[in-house]
């Protein structure tokens, strides 16, 4: 007879609908039984039909059966779910791929629960009675199981390694003290545990306490993130809302004028038409007297013409000629002036206004480095351009070095070479976050960035670094430092340095040069709007100068 709880009383109890255990189980007319729940879905789907089938046997019911739970199937079911649980219990006190076994098991291993040190073997709960029971075996020392066992075995002299060598830093044995390790500091191994878990627990104490310290980091960046949403949705908000006023204010504002425009207009057509209705009565009146006129002169009485004349022949002035003659041809083309020039100044007021606008809003991005480390992350290679370098600068390792020398080089000749000064522009094309480093030895050296388009022939003041509106140079000759822009100096004060870094944020616009030496230390600032690509340049002023793009790791 099958045992309760085997893989045929699962199959024997089991729904052949849901293909699970009898939940609530039910017996219909013909015998077979299922779920309560799954045989009345089932039926559902017949109601329509009004005709009840076993999803098994297929046999038809007139009537839908009434539903009784089966109380027998119900404790057979949890009988059967009982003796599955324990059965399940069971399977888990057998050792597993992950687990340490017991080594005295000798067919289906148990786990092990403990592993003995004397022993050197792992017992599961019921081997393990033993140490607990018999005096000799209570005295071993008892560990949590481990598979490794063998590894604290001295290999030399099969003891076990219960003492720790500090000299070498390894555990030993007993014997090993004796020969190898004769005059080395050594411990109990218990002891120099005891010694290493203070110091993990002092290094824990330093984790946790960071730890703590960067979770309040961590809750300060999430605040600050908070207030930038915050913050950014207001701006965004209110400057929608001034714009919204502004927008109001010009409607209205055209509302106004439009409405002016229509109100003369309207006073000026009805005056025009009333002169016009005085014209037509008057052209009317005139063809009238031209038609009396015509009369008298087929007259053939001379005495009736001679007495009609005198009251027919007066022609009165027109009042309205003159002042027709004088009218403007044009209306209005004032108020349109008026307005285009209106649309000018608001056009200048937005440029301006959006310039200190757009700036304010780099300010509040995310902000610059602080240290040579945090500049790094940005750092860029950069390398040298033969063809806009003067031809008599040489480059040398590998383009990124140049110095002045007293003899023209073998360059070919190119339009985008400087002609008339010791300057260079770079191969690449600087956008987004850089950083780069510049170091020179020589009378003086501009480090500075351009537009592609800046001028490169002869000696003029718009070929020179910082001398034009088209490249921004900070200018150093070991003692002090001048920043040009515009033909425009401005003093820089800063400690000396051979080194001089420099920081691009062409989207913010923000150019920062900065003295190198032990410490980065901000020598002068540029806060504009970059219209095109930069090219990092480097100027020097004498023969044997050397300047060159410092490779950054």
Not at 166 to 183: A, E, F, P, S, V
Not at 496 to 512: E, K, M, Q, T, Y
């Amino acid at each position: 007879m099958t045992q309760p709880g085997s893989q045929t009383d699962a199959a024997r109890f089991s729904c052949s609908i849901c293909l699970d255990l009898l939940n609530d189980p039910v017996t219909i007319p013909c015998g077979h039984s299922y779920c309560m729940t799954c045989i009345k879905d089932f039926w559902k789907t017949e109601d329509q039909r009004r005709i009840y089938s076993c999803p098994q046997c297929r046999e038809n019911f007139i009537r839908r059966p009434i539903l009784k739970k089966n109380i027998v199937l119900t404790e057979l079911v949890d009988d059967l779910k009982k003796t599955g649980q324990k059965a399940a219990a069971a399977d888990h006190c057998y050792a597993g791929p992950e687990d340490v076994a017991c080594d005295i098991c000798t067919e289906k291993k148990m786990k092990a629960v403990k592993s003995c040190l004397v022993c050197l073997v792992s017992y599961c709960q019921n081997h393990l009675q033993p140490h607990y029971d018999v005096s000799g075996l209570k005295k071993h020392e008892l560990v949590d199981p481990s598979k490794k066992l063998e590894e604290i075995i001295c290999s030399r002299h099969d003891e076990v390694m219960k003492i720790f060598c500090r000299t070498d830093q390894q555990c030993i044995c007993y014997l090993c003290t004796m020969d190898q390790h004769k005059g080395h500091e050594t411990v109990p191994a218990a002891a120099e545990r005891t010694e290493k878990q203070k110091e993990l627990q002092e290094r824990r104490q330093q984790i946790q306490q960071r730890i703590q310290d960067q979770e309040k980091e961590l809750k300060l960046l999430q605040q600050e993130v908070k207030t930038i949403f915050v913050s950014g949705y207001k701006a965004v908000d209110d400057s929608e809302k001034v714009f919204t006023d502004l927008i109001r204010l010009i409607q209205r504002r055209s509302f106004d004028v439009k409405q002016q425009i229509r109100s003369q207009q309207k006073t000026k057509v009805s005056q025009v038409k009333e002169l016009q209705k005085k014209l037509e009565q008057e052209i009317t009146e005139l063809k009238r007297k031209d038609a009396e006129l015509e009369k008298l002169l087929k007259t053939e009485d001379h005495t009736q013409f001679l007495q009609n004349y005198p009251s027919l022949s007066a022609l009165s002035e027109s009042t309205h000629s003159s002042s027709i003659n004088n009218r403007p041809l044009r209306y209005f083309e004032d108020v349109t002036a008026a307005v285009s020039e209106l649309r000018e100044k608001l056009q200048d007021i937005m440029r301006d206004t959006w310039t200190n606008i757009s700036q304010t809003v780099v300010k509040v991005e995310e902000p610059e480095a602080k240290t040579r480390a945090g500049f790094l992350k940005y750092s860029q290679a950069i390398s040298l351009d033969p063809n806009t370098a003067n031809r008599f600068m040489l480059l040398t390792e590998g383009e990124r070095k140049l110095i002045v020398m007293e003899q023209q080089q073998s360059y070919s000749r190119h339009p985008d070479t400087f002609t008339g000064s010791f300057q260079v522009l770079s191969k690449e094309s600087l956008t987004g976050r850089c950083y780069w480093e510049v170091e020179w030895t020589g009378g003086g050296v501009n480090v500075a960035v351009s537009y592609k388009n800046i001028s490169r022939a002869g000696l003029s003041d718009d070929c020179l670094f910082g001398f034009s509106d088209k490249s921004w140079s900070l200018f150093y000759d070991g003692d002090s430092y001048i920043f040009w822009h515009k033909n425009r100096e401005t003093s820089v004060s800063g400690p000396v340095s051979s080194r001089i870094g420099v920081f691009l944020d062409h989207r913010a616009g923000i150019l920062s040069f900065y003295s190198v030496s032990g410490t980065m230390t901000l020598l002068h600032r540029v806060r504009t709007t970059f219209t095109q690509p930069l090219y990092a340049g480097i100027g020097v002023y004498e023969v044997g100068d050397h300047a060159e793009f410092v490779k950054l790791n």
